[in-house]
């Protein structure tokens, strides 16, 4: 029996904090944006954490999600609702990237993606405050990850997708309980109608960083990739960004880690990278402005970075101007040109969002940005097998003379 699911360990949230103006805000409440519309951030007493839990200590537990129990928000084992959160390798991918890139292969957590991290936390810390139904909008993963951690702790569910969301998202949704709605609008018109309902008290608005948690869930990325790299941290980091939920979490986490004396302040160049059909993070960046507008006729194949605006645009251009690195924009066909040719060369399937970090990286090494001897690490969020592949037409008939120098 994993330890890491079972044993009450102790937990060190003091409260909650404005993203924008420092306000405080009480734990072991429900909250969704702060007084001025920004995302809330968790904060522990880190002092205490570092006098409770050794680095030695943390090695020895199990290498899931939930080692991490000191720095996470969720206060009850109890409450802990899990579908076996592993951590995930890092895989070279010498051929289709080069001698130094490592890709983070999120597409083995449940359900398929690294939604699995945000959700299995948030949806935990509804169970703990109470709440029975929650509603949300998703270009997909999300909405699978949500249904199958709240299905399992009997919390209600209804999905909202834009109608040309990938069908395998929208069927998984409702087969694991979900009750899912095509819309026809993009993520942030679904979300208008999520907090419409949610005004109305019909539902708890489960929109990216418009609950806290999430953050805290994905923050695990960095903390798993500080103890896999013997607790330090890679030169440059390449992250498909829409919501950003995962760089701002990681950005936070190298943060708490250096504060409890477990990494240096070294840190790694953040990329976010975007597709250039929608690329609101990329225009802010390069026009030197703190928030973003929104992005109209967004449309790319990466469906999961397919936000025309993001309500945490200033954390995320923050952690990456902080870092010294960039956001990018890669068009459609490089990003289906790197998934294609990491398959064939490397054996390894991408999502087209981790496509879209490699063809990012392969850009910035031709740019000069990344040298070719720096340790990188791109984040692959979903297996591969959930999106449309490249159709393979070959039949044989058994019956007939086969030529065997044909096959
Ligand atoms: C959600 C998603 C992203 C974007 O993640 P954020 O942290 O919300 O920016 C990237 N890739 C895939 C496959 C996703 O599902």
Redesign the pocket.
């Known amino acids: 029996m994993n330890e890491n699911l079972t044993a009450d360990r102790p937990t060190f949230v003091t409260h909650l904090e404005c993203s924008m103006t420092g306000e405080r805000y009480e734990a072991d409440r429900l909250h969704n944006l702060s007084r001025v519309g920004r995302p809330l951030l968790v904060r522990y007493d880190l002092d205490a954490v570092g006098a409770s839990l050794s680095r030695d200590q943390l090695a020895a537990r199990e290498t899931d999600l939930w080692r991490w129990r000191e720095l996470l928000p969720v206060r009850h084992t109890r409450d802990i609702v899990s579908l076996g959160e592993i951590e995930t390798p890092l895989i070279p991918v010498p051929k289709s990237g080069g001698a130094k890139v490592l890709v983070k292969d999120?597409g083995r957590l449940p359900t398929g993606?690294?939604?699995a991290r945000?959700l299995v936390m948030a949806v935990a810390m509804a169970k703990e405050l109470g709440v029975t139904r929650i509603a949300m909008p998703t270009?997909?993963?999300?909405g699978a990850a949500l249904a199958a951690y709240a299905t399992r702790c009997g919390i209600e569910t209804i999905v909202f997708c834009p109608e040309d969301t990938p069908e395998i998202n929208v069927r998984e949704i409702q087969a694991q309980g979900g009750r899912v709605w095509r819309v026809n609008g993009l993520i942030d018109d679904c979300g208008a109608i999520v907090g419409k309902g949610a005004g109305e008290g019909r539902w708890f608005d489960f929109s990216?960083l418009k609950e806290p948690y999430r953050i805290e869930g994905?923050k695990t990325m960095g903390l798993e990739l500080a103890a896999q790299l013997g607790w330090r941290l890679p030169s440059a980091i390449f992250?498909?960004?829409?919501?950003?939920?995962?760089?701002?979490?990681m950005w936070k986490a190298f943060d708490e880690l250096e504060r409890l004396g477990w990494i240096g302040s070294e840190r790694p160049r953040m990329y976010a990278v975007q597709a250039s059909g929608c690329a609101p993070i990329v225009r802010a960046f390069e026009a030197g402005e703190e928030h973003a507008e929104r992005w109209e006729d967004a449309h790319t194949v990466?469906?999961?970075?397919r936000?025309p605006r993001?309500v945490g645009d200033f954390l995320?251009l923050r952690a990456v101007r902080e870092s010294g690195g960039k956001a990018l924009g890669v068009g459609d066909p490089a990003i289906l040109k790197a998934v294609d040719e990491c398959a064939r060369r490397d054996g390894l399937l991408l999502?087209?969002?981790?496509g879209a970090t490699l063809a990012a990286y392969k850009q910035a090494l031709k740019d000069g940005e990344v040298d070719e001897d720096e340790e990188v690490v791109l984040?692959?969020?979903?297996t591969g097998l959930?999106y449309p592949m490249p159709e393979a037409p070959n039949w044989l008939d058994r019956h007939g003379a086969i030529d065997f120098d044909q096959l």
């Open positions: 999120e993606s690294f939604k945000g270009n997909g993963n999300a990216t994905k992250y498909p960004t829409g919501g950003g939920t995962g760089l701002i979490g990466a469906a999961g970075i936000v993001a995320i999502c087209p969002e981790g984040f692959n969020c979903a959930k």
